[in-house]
Nanobody
């Protein structure tokens, strides 16, 4: 599978964005999917993840209640809805796929990565 992330941009604090991650290949539904982010000078960190069926989702404490991960296996796409954005959410956001269908909070457990999309939140 190959991944293509999109939807980033510049938004004011309190605003919203919707990130998309389109996957190629017919086995998308067998992958657990995650979103990670990396700010300048910082390590890549977990944001959210969803199992292959969408039945289970996981969030970092810093985004819980503000971000929502979802997927549409018919469209080979995973989404990340970002609401109530804060300046500290500024980062490059990456989607990633993990074979086997389950999720993990560690980026090392994901074998396929998209190219990243920049999210910038101004104060």
């Amino acid at each position: 599978v190959q991944l293509q992330a999109s939807g980033g941009g510049l938004v004011q604090a309190g605003g919203s964005l919707r990130l998309s991650c389109a996957a190629s290949g017919r086995t998308f539904s067998s992958y657990g999917m995650g979103w990670f982010r990396q700010a300048p000078g910082k390590e890549r960190e977990f944001v959210a993840a969803i199992t292959w069926s969408g039945g289970s989702t996981y969030y970092a404490d810093s985004v819980k209640g503000r971000f929502t991960i979802s997927r549409d296996n018919a469209k080979n796409t995973v989404y990340l809805q970002l609401n109530s954005l804060k300046p500290e959410d500024t980062a490059v956001y990456y989607c990633a796929a993990r074979s086997g269908g389950s999720c993990n909070l560690s980026p090392r457990m994901y074998g396929v990565w998209g190219q990243g999309t920049q999210v910038t939140v101004s104060s």
